[in-house]
């Protein structure tokens, strides 16, 4: 006989304060093979662990339920303290009655109470019908990509290069350098930015140990932790890039000129260009849009006047194929298009500018060759972009108010009779040195003026700018004209970012930047094992900032690749080969190809995601999923349905643990309510939960059944959707037949970041199973004599 | 001299009171400003709507006897361009009404004088002066 410990968290407060603890714990008490039952304040908390290991001991306990917070927040923790206490570290079952009742539920604490009750008895059913699990580890080298050669990629790179890992670095532009090789100076020190940065870009180049692919692109990426299969486009450069010796002969006689995209347009550069003045490689490059055919016949001046023969017209795409153990995504961001915010005229008034192309001026102008004038009295606005509900960005892109007060004053040393005014709303200086800096700033006469300003005029004479805004300190609508108006634009996801995401199957969060695996213990984490996130591309943030991130994304990928081995994720499909008689159709839709059949089905494990799709197209139940079985879940649906009142309904969520699980964990902690009759059961994902168990559910008293799943996009497993609606097809069918609403099953795709659908999704669920009441009990035997065809 | 305002209970409830007859939330406002240089009708106003958004936020109640609520031409130009999403049209017709249940007529119909003006302003103005 199984003996169960079961604790009850307070979690200090957040959890006792709407739950009555005590209550759920006397519950558990008399539940079948619990032994022991502890209500205690923090349970992750080392003395909460050292209680659970000497309980084990003293009362010799072989399962372990903890009633706190979501698996996905300390699962991993309290496996870890079954394993030092000797025990299979599957042997412990999370109870999530902190997001799915305390929290979800905070207005209705008896309810929660209730519900709290039910989530731990699940809890408890299910430990009863687990299984030690023997963990599958696998081979991990050490070779890593990194995507993206802004700052972040360079930093990293070079840190695990000096590491002794093979590094990939692999950039689309010509060049690496990223934004920050845009930049003027640094703000607080007010470094010149490409003066610190092109020796690291150097150093990059050099480091015998990275292997830098420029004007490159990732094609595909299969394969997972250890195993990465990357394949690499090489867009034809068209120059020799080991010949060129950046001469800038070839430039002086291509007769074709195009904006130049370094300086944002406000220069011109030819078809045959180099890309910066630090571009590393240290080469140019031929615009293949922009040149006049690639046809030698046509023009082939470069050509006729390169000495060191760099130039080939007929360069072709190169193919690269790799394999590495971990990749680092640095894709970085890119500026919010102020063209969105139609009121402050960019692109339609002369002397309106992003603050980007600012940075460009300064730095062209201390060259001595500024592409505009930028006249004596210049404002700087705010927020733009950033903090703003009408474009859908309610985050603070952070950087905006500091660059600004750097330029700022970098613009009134450089002419100390300009006016320089910063239009802003809040300002936040909140790194080293900033407030200093700030203070610096308006020590020597920068004017800042709280005030967001709504919209912009220009003078059809002069061309200046009239910016009219309240002074919300002295409630006084003021107004002036400007000679050149900054926008200070916020920062947004990269389309590099985004698609690399969507690729690697990354989720991102509500501000579109890349998810990290835990906001505060896994910073540059991604949820997808052995892929590392920094700088930009999980969220704005200076250059510091950017550089640590990138530091730490180096070092996590190092602790996985210097252990030299990597454990596998423990849930695959596993065949009853007794029953199974070859017939092959789960192999047909396994969409990983992770099947094979020889005389019978086979799994191969390094391939199988364990989604369990597979399981509900067998004809003869001979497919199992090993962690999630159909005899715990079927334990887990019972427990939930146990003990219901006549008129009580009872909705059942089936929630994928990557997007529905996390995504109910999120409207948990934002403590959006829904109903509290309904209960979650976390599954791989959807796909598994089959037509027949769906029917048994409905059967045993269940009066709705939800199934959530992940959107393709972000979804780690392949087509299944596409399952889950012949299933719930399947199943409608059979509820028709037996007289009982079809629209008593549904499902939905999800991704982490739909609170508010979410939300809806279970009201409009909890609405129509009101609408058409509790199933009779005649009507749900009828459906105990339905056979399925799977 | 600068008069001290105590804040007690009444102000909270003056606030509570605009959210729950406009239906938005008022403390979400950042006092930005944007909405007072999108006003087309501020330079008629003696508070400007960002100070109208303020008073509320604190529970200043002598906000409902400003012109300023009643010249609000309810353009919605605030309400689009509002970077925390605040529908400010719905507060300042919340404002007018805790005039309006009272009973009060702004406006004698008689008085009016005959003017070419557009049916839908004579609609919005007797909707807005009478109550």
Redesign the interface.
């Known amino acids: 006989m199984a003996k169960i410990g079961v604790y009850v968290c307070h979690c200090g407060g957040n959890i006792s304060d709407i739950v009555d603890v005590d209550e759920v714990a006397r519950f558990a008490s008399k539940l079948p093979d619990v032994t022991v039952v502890r209500s205690i304040s923090h349970m992750c908390s080392e003395n909460g662990q050292r209680t659970i290991m000497d309980d084990i001991e003293e009362h010799n306990l072989d399962r372990v339920v903890v009633a706190a917070c979501s698996p996905q927040f300390q699962g991993s923790t309290f496996e870890k303290t079954l394993a030092k206490a000797g025990l299979n570290p599957n042997m412990v079952e999370m109870a999530n009655i902190r997001e799915q009742s305390a929290w979800s539920h905070y207005g209705k604490p008896e309810d929660a109470t209730e519900k709290a009750k039910i989530l731990t008895s699940m809890a408890v059913e299910r430990i009863r019908k687990k299984e030690p699990v023997e963990r599958i580890s696998m081979k991990i080298g050490k070779n890593a990509l990194v995507i993206g050669g802004g700052i972040a990629g360079i930093q990293a790179s070079l840190d695990l290069a000096n590491a002794g890992i093979d590094v990939y670095l692999v950039e689309k532009e010509p060049t690496i350098g990223g934004h920050m090789a845009q930049l003027s100076r640094t703000f607080p020190t007010e470094d010149c930015a490409s003066c610190i940065l092109a020796p690291k870009m150097a150093d990059a180049a050099e480091h015998p140990n990275v292997h830098l692919m420029t004007y490159s692109e990732i094609l595909e990426v299969s394969g997972s932790i250890g195993n990465f299969k990357v394949r690499i486009m090489k867009k034809p450069r068209y120059v020799d890039e080991n010949k060129c010796t950046a001469c800038r002969e070839c430039e002086k006689v291509c007769p074709v000129n195009v904006p130049d995209e370094f300086n944002l347009g406000m220069t011109a550069r030819k078809a045959i260009y180099l890309p910066s003045s630090t571009a590393v490689p240290h080469a140019h490059v031929i615009d293949k849009d922009a040149c006049l055919g690639l046809n030698p016949l046509v023009c082939g001046r470069c050509a006729e006047v390169c000495e060191a023969d760099a130039i080939n017209y007929d360069d072709t795409p190169l193919y690269v194929n790799l394999e590495v153990d971990t990749i680092i995504v640095t894709t970085g961001f890119d500026i919010f298009n102020a063209e969105l915010k139609p009121q402050y005229g960019y692109g339609k008034y002369r002397n309106v500018i992003t603050s980007l192309q600012m940075e460009r001026i300064i730095v062209e102008m201390a060259e001595g060759r500024p592409p505009r004038p930028v006249g004596k009295d210049i404002a700087f606005i705010q927020c733009v972009g950033s903090r703003d509900a009408q474009v859908g960005n309610l985050y603070c892109s952070r950087i905006c108010c500091m660059y600004a007060t750097k330029l700022a004053s970098l613009l009134k040393r450089a002419d100390p009779s300009s006016e320089v005014y910063v239009f802003y709303t809040d300002l936040r200086a909140y790194g080293k040195g900033f407030e200093e800096y700030y203070r610096t700033a308006q020590e020597i006469g920068v004017n800042f003026i709280r005030g967001r300003p709504g919209e912009l005029m220009e003078d059809a004479e002069t061309k200046k700018v009239i910016i009219k805004v309240e002074d919300t300190l002295t409630r006084k609508i003021i107004e002036r004209k400007f000679d050149l108006v900054v926008l200070s634009v916020g920062m947004i996801p990269s389309p590099g970012t985004i698609k690399i995401a969507e690729m690697l199957k990354l989720p991102r969060s509500s501000d579109g930047f890349i998810k990290e695996a835990h906001p505060k213990f896994r910073p540059v984490d991604t949820p997808v094992e052995g892929i590392f996130v920094a700088g930009t591309a999980q969220g704005p943030k200076d250059i510091p900032d950017t550089v640590a991130q990138a530091s730490a994304a180096a070092a996590r990928a190092m602790t996985f690749m210097n252990k030299g081995e990597f454990e596998m994720n423990p849930i695959k499909a596993v065949i009853n080969g007794e029953m199974c008689n070859g017939c092959g159709i789960c192999a047909e839709h396994c969409p990983v190809d992770a099947i094979q059949v020889k005389g019978v089905a086979e799994i191969n494990p390094p391939l199988c995601k364990g989604c369990g799709a597979c399981i509900s197209f067998c004809p003869r139940d001979a497919i199992d999923l090993r962690i999630y079985s159909d005899d715990e879940i079927m334990a887990e649906i019972e427990a939930a349905l146990k003990d219901k009142r006549e008129d009580e309904k009872r909705i059942l969520i089936f929630a994928d643990d990557m997007c529905t699980y996390t995504l109910a964990d999120s409207v948990g902690t934002a403590k959006r309510e829904y109903p509290p009759n309904t209960y979650l059961i976390r599954v791989p994902s959807s796909s598994r939960v089959t037509p027949k168990m769906m029917l048994k559910t409905f059967e045993m008293g269940a009066d709705g059944i939800f199934l959530g799943e992940c959107e393709e996009a972000v979804s780690p497993y392949p087509n299944t959707l596409d399952v889950i609606d012949e299933n719930i097809k399947k199943v409608r069918t059979v509820l028709s037949r037996a007289g009982i609403a079809p629209e008593r099953v549904n499902y939905s795709p999800f991704v982490t970041v739909m609170l508010p659908k979410f939300v809806n999704t279970i009201n409009k669920m909890v609405e129509i199973v009101n609408k058409y009441g509790n199933i009779p009990e005649e009507k749900r035997r009828k459906l105990s004599a339905v056979e399925v065809m799977q | 001299m600068t008069k001290v305002m105590q804040i007690d209970e009444k102000n909270v409830n003056f606030l509570k009171k605009v959210e729950e007859l406009s239906g938005e939330k008022i403390t979400l406002c ?10 087309p009708m ?1 330079d008629e106003m003696d ?2 709507p ?2 109208i958004m303020r008073a509320v936020q604190i529970g200043d109640e002598t906000i409902i006897e400003s012109k300023a609520i009643w010249v609000c031409a309810s353009c919605f ?1 605030c309400t ?6 605040i529908d400010l049209s719905k507060v300042t017709e919340a404002l007018r009404q805790l005039t309006l249940r009272k009973n009060v007529d702004h406006i004698d119909l008689k008085e009016v004088k005959k003017e070419k003006l557009p049916a839908i302003a004579v609609v919005s103005a007797l909707r807005k002066f009478t109550g």
């Open positions: 950042e006092q930005c400003g944007i909405c007072t240089t999108s006003c501020v508070f400007t960002a100070g130009s689009v361009r509002c970077p925390r999403g």
